[in-house]
């Protein structure tokens, strides 16, 4: 919980004029990621600890293309 409420601060200055907005997504996405996890997690796990560790890695792979292209430093 400490960790989510601080994110929540350091989100918003980023792009003070968008706050809400920025808040709203980044909460949007971690309840994504939780349900998701939720639905997929124990059905990996039934499988093997190694899939979820590549399904985990995966994940990662197609994220770092995304971040490339959408997240540009000033």
């Known amino acids: 919980e400490f960790t ?3 994110l929540i601060s350091l989100f918003t ?7 809400a907005t920025l808040m709203a997504t980044s909460i949007t996405a971690a309840a994504g990621g939780r349900a998701l996890g939720a639905l997929i997690g ?3 796990f ?5 899939a979820s560790s590549v399904f985990g890695a995966a994940m990662a792979i197609i994220a770092l293309p995304i971040l490339i292209v959408w ?3 000033e």
């Open 46 to 50: 039934d499988i093997h600890i190694l």
């Open 71 to 73: 997240v540009k430093v």
């Open 4 to 6: 989510f409420v601080t």
């Open 13 to 19: 200055e980023l792009e003070p004029s968008a706050r």
């Open 42 to 44: 124990p059905a990996l």
